[in-house]
């Protein structure tokens, strides 16, 4: 019994099933179930959601989801080893996991769940950031997703949910920014995991706008910062040059000096440039 359900402690399903964790997946496993517990409840009310969780490893943050009372979990892990500790979570909650084995960059689990749908990972951080910036990046908005709820690198964390004027400030808090509400719900110690990793960690929640904060074509903005960040220390008329060729007027146009950096421009000061700028190239 381990407090939360009636299945083992996971140090004794890691034993059993000779989950070992390997560096070359990211392993860095939350053997407490009082805090996957925790790190569910950060996901909100998940009663009447389906729930994609990406990495389960052993199931800690899967047994965390169930016993908050998910509808139903899909799990998609890379590691064939964790399976067989995964199908005995299923066992004890009939009809309620699901689990798909492979790469979460490669598998499109949408076939699978119904909406409402949430997200819940701890992953890899490389894994995580892409996946992130995909969930952020749809055809259509809003997403698939109401809510993403993800474990991150403490610093990358401070990049997602960056204000203006912080050094942690770029693309990744615009883009996050801009249609969601982002927040970081927990810190977490590297002594949390086992084996514990070099860096403290922290949980962002993130939850879908119904529609952009600001108006602004999403290929246009992502120009316009991506240009203004890979050269965060240049004024934006130099940055931005390339941008469109009168793009000192379009800054104006903007409400923007164009002696101003990148990291001082808000989410607003943005859009309002990405709107400048496709009306002139759509003049
Ligand atoms: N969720 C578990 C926990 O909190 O203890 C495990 C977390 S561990 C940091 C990351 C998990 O993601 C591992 O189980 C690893 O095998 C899995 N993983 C790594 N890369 C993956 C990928 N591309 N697709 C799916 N799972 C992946």
């Given at each position: 019994m381990s407090g939360i359900d009636a299945l083992p402690p996971l140090r004794d399903v890691i034993a059993t099933h000779g989950l070992s964790a390997r560096k070359s997946l990211g392993q860095n496993f939350l053997l407490d179930l009082n805090l996957t517990a925790k790190i569910a409840r950060q996901a909100g009310d998940v009663t009447a959601c389906d729930v994609l969780e990406i990495g389960p490893g052993p199931g800690g943050l899967t047994r965390g989801l169930l016993s908050e009372g998910a509808r139903r979990v899909l799990a998609i892990e890379?590691?064939?080893?964790?399976l067989s500790a995964l199908a005995e979570i299923a066992d004890a909650y009939p009809g309620r996991l699901t689990v798909i084995e492979g790469d979460a960059l490669e598998i499109d689990p949408l076939a699978h769940l119904t909406p409402p749908i949430r997200v819940a990972a701890n992953l890899p951080y490389n894994v995580g950031t892409e996946l992130l910036v995909r969930w952020l990046t749809p055809p259509t908005w809003p997403p698939f997703w109401e809510s993403l709820t993800l474990m991150f690198q403490r610093e990358v964390a401070e990049r997602i949910v960056a204000p203006p004027g912080s050094k942690t400030y770029g693309r990744l808090a615009i883009l996050a920014q801009w249609r969601a509400d982002a927040r970081i719900v927990m810190h977490l110690p590297?002594?949390?995991?086992?084996?514990?990793?070099?860096v403290s960690s922290a949980v962002v929640h993130l939850t879908a706008l119904p529609e952009p904060r600001f108006p602004a074509d999403a290929a246009v903005l992502n120009q316009v910062v991506a240009a203004g960040f890979n050269q965060r220390r240049k004024m934006l008329r130099a940055s931005l040059k390339g941008i469109a060729p009168n793009i000192e007027d379009l800054l104006v146009a903007a409400g923007l000096k164009p002696t101003d950096r990148a990291e001082q421009i808000p989410l607003e000061g943005f859009c309002a440039l990405a709107r400048q700028v496709a009306a002139a190239r759509a003049a």
């Open positions: 890379k590691d064939p080893r964790c590297p002594s949390a995991f086992t084996p514990p990793p070099k």
